[in-house]
């Protein structure tokens, strides 16, 4: 495998570029405008720039790194060259699905197809074709810095496949951890219930927000509160996951908080909207 697509060049498509481009690949970043492509140009120059800092790599790997990167505007314009896709839009079903049957008539058929998603089942997104070479890779973020990739099968998902995308994961230094298809998967499975919990005594008066996540962090050891990790995620993103583990789960233990619904509603988004549990 020497080419790969990834679909998507935001917070973490972006850093799935990077670490692969670092790694030798060669790298198709698919974006659908050149505004797009620059900003996600932008912020991968920035990351290879702070990890020549930091000498975890040097200045020729981040030279080599971005004469990597190759630019595509548009999905139709994929090359059919490309032996892995990793689609890393934002989480909406219909919008991955399109893209997904867009690429399945695109690539030649030994690629691999697979999502970044971080709750939507990999099993009704490999409807889009090819459900054997469908898989899920979910990166954690930022990207260029966590160990873990969840890979998820889908219920059509080949061994040979699986096995080749944990010897990939290998072979780009990351951890990969086999996980079933299963709303949320277990990263968020877990995290989001407890984010969504912090919210619930928040507005439950418990609690002001910085005592709540002080106490997760000097308590827990947790590297940052859930109400500041909620802001870093996205409170959108927050939702968008709590309804798909409501939904799929029928359970009303992942009720949305109705403060956490409030918020999004009113645009207050954490980090990347200037505002959320704290301001920016």
């Known amino acids: 495998m020497k080419e790969i697509a990834v679909i998507g060049g935001g917070t973490m498509g972006n850093g799935i570029v990077t670490v692969f481009a670092t790694k ?10 050149e505004e797009y492509y620059s900003k996600a140009l932008k912020s991968i120059t920035s990351s290879l720039d702070r990890m020549v800092k930091k000498e975890t790599i ?27 896709a990793i689609e890393a839009v934002f989480e909406n079903k219909d919008v991955k699905l ?20 971080s709750s939507i089942s990999i099993t009704e997104l490999s409807a889009a074709g090819r459900a054997d070479k469908f898989i899920g890779m979910h990166f954690m973020n930022p990207v260029p810095l966590m160990k873990l990739v969840e890979i998820i ?10 096995n080749f995308i944990k010897g990939l994961t290998l072979a780009i230094d990351k951890v990969p951890v086999e996980v079933s298809d299963y709303p949320g998967f277990i990263s968020n499975r877990v995290l989001m219930p407890m984010i ?35 802001d870093f995620i996205g409170l959108d993103v927050c939702l968008a996951i709590m309804n798909v583990l409501y939904e799929g789960f029928n359970d009303t233990k992942y009720r949305p908080c109705p403060l956490l619904k409030k918020m999004v509603a009113a645009g207050k988004l954490g980090r990347k909207s200037g505002e959320g549990f704290y301001k920016y």
């Open 24 to 33: 030798g690949f060669k790298v198709n970043l698919v974006e659908i405008s």
């Open 58 to 84: 040097t200045e020729e790997i981040k030279n080599t790194a971005l004469a990597n990167i190759n630019k595509v505007i548009g999905v139709s314009n994929t090359p059919s060259t490309t032996d892995l």
């Open 98 to 117: 399109n893209i997904f049957k867009e690429l399945n008539s695109i690539l030649k058929p030994e690629a691999i197809l697979a999502s970044n998603t």
């Open 153 to 162: 099968r889908g219920y059509s998902t080949s061994d040979e496949t699986y």
């Open 196 to 230: 969504n919990e912090a919210i619930f005594c928040l507005m439950e008066g418990v609690a002001n927000k910085e005592d709540i996540d002080q106490v997760m962090k000097l308590g827990m050891n947790h590297p940052m509160g859930p109400l500041t990790l909620a």
